[in-house]
């Protein structure tokens, strides 16, 4: 599997647009807008260097694996960790 994302070898206009992608892909879209109260957003600048190292780190690891090593009570777990998460998000009104 390639990287997400390797600058070296794109057109500016090539990487932003990809960038862009990946970043709708988190569901970021709306971080570099977006403001809590009196705060800055939290996503600011370019984050190529972060979705490099990302991808490094999951080049070599398949997609699943990590889950064929947990039990049903973790995946739960893990399930309603999310599920609070989001639903925290929601009540402060930051949703799609």
């Known amino acids: 599997m390639r990287p997400i994302l390797k600058p070296g070898s794109m057109s500016v206009g090539l990487w932003k647009d990809e960038?862009?992608?990946?970043?709708?892909?988190f569901g970021l879209q709306r971080a570099r807008t977006n403001?809590?109260?009196?705060?800055?957003p939290w996503l600011t600048?370019?984050?190529g260097a972060v979705l490099q190292e990302l991808s490094s780190r999951l080049r070599y690891r398949?997609?699943?694996?990590d889950l064929s090593t947990l039990s049903e009570a973790e995946l739960t777990h893990?399930?309603?960790?999310?599920r609070c998460f989001l639903s925290a998000f929601e009540s402060m009104g930051v949703e799609e």
């Open 78 to 82: 893990a399930r309603e960790e999310v």
């Open 62 to 65: 398949p997609l699943g694996e």
């Open 19 to 25: 960038r862009g992608i990946v970043e709708k892909g």
């Open 35 to 40: 403001r809590l109260a009196d705060a800055e």
């Open 45 to 47: 600048g370019d984050t």
